[in-house]
């Protein structure tokens, strides 16, 4: 069973960081390449960082220089470091593989919230 269980997020002050991490399971998840989510109050999902099977990453702008992404194949776990936290990046945050990315595999997320 495709599996998404992320964790690590909570209330930071603006500038502050966080880590968050996303286990997954039932699939072949070093072969994957992973993304990391995020839903604000009153918003669309919206995508913020992918990486590949290969390491390869790329941001939303908006979070670039900010956040990074990656990956432990032995702990079939993807992380997200974020720092210099601003409000705009309060959300729910979630992950998913690019080939499970259906509504039926998303996990409950971890909130983020930033206060100013």
């Known amino acids: 069973q495709v599996r998404f269980v992320e964790s690590g997020g909570g209330l930071v002050q603006l500038g502050g960081s966080l880590r968050l991490s996303c286990a997954a399971s039932g699939f072949a998840f070093a072969i994957n390449t992973m993304a990391w989510y995020r839903q604000a109050p009153g918003k669309q999902r919206e995508w913020v960082a992918t990486?590949?099977?290969?390491?390869?990453?790329n941001y939303l702008d908006s979070v670039k220089g900010r956040f990074t992404i990656s990956r432990d194949n032995t702990k079939n776990t993807v992380y997200l470091q974020m720092n210099s936290l601003k409000p705009e990046d309060t959300a729910v945050y979630y992950c998913?593989?690019?080939?499970?990315?259906?509504?039926?595999?998303w996990g409950q997320g971890t909130q983020v919230t930033v206060s100013s």
């Open positions: 998913i593989a690019d080939r499970y990315n259906f509504p039926a595999y």
């Open positions: 990486i590949t099977s290969g390491t390869g990453t």
